[in-house]
């Protein structure tokens, strides 16, 4: 069975970062790709940003140039890097892999962004 794990939300004040962590764990052979995801409050889910199995990387165009999308291949943990942030960028930040030609979400972790 395989579980992502996230891990870094919190609470910040505008114009603070964060660091958000997702770690791949169980049975894995291969992982395509790794995104972000995040859903605020009576909103959809909307992708964030993107990183392919090369490295290759997509932003939404509320977070160019704010937002870093990162892979470790080798500990099959994506990160999202998140400057200046602003009250716009709260909700719950999920993980999406594809892991094994299979996707798979994490449980989602709160992030808070007050003026």
């Known amino acids: 069975q395989v579980q992502l794990v996230e891990s870094g939300g919190g609470s910040v004040q505008a114009g603070g970062s964060l660091r958000l962590s997702c770690a791949a764990s169980?049975?894995?052979?291969?992982?395509?790709?790794m995104d972000w995801y995040r859903q605020a409050p009576g909103k959809q889910r909307e992708l964030v940003a993107r990183i392919t199995s090369g490295g290759s990387t997509n932003y939404a165009d509320s977070v160019k140039g704010r937002f870093t999308i990162s892979r470790v291949n080798a500990k099959n943990t994506v990160y999202l890097q998140m400057n200046s942030l602003k009250p716009e960028d709260t909700g719950i930040y999920y993980c999406n892999a594809e892991v094994n030609l299979r996707g798979y979400w994490g449980q989602g972790t709160q992030v808070t962004v007050s003026s």
């Open positions: 169980g049975r894995i052979l291969s992982i395509r790709n």
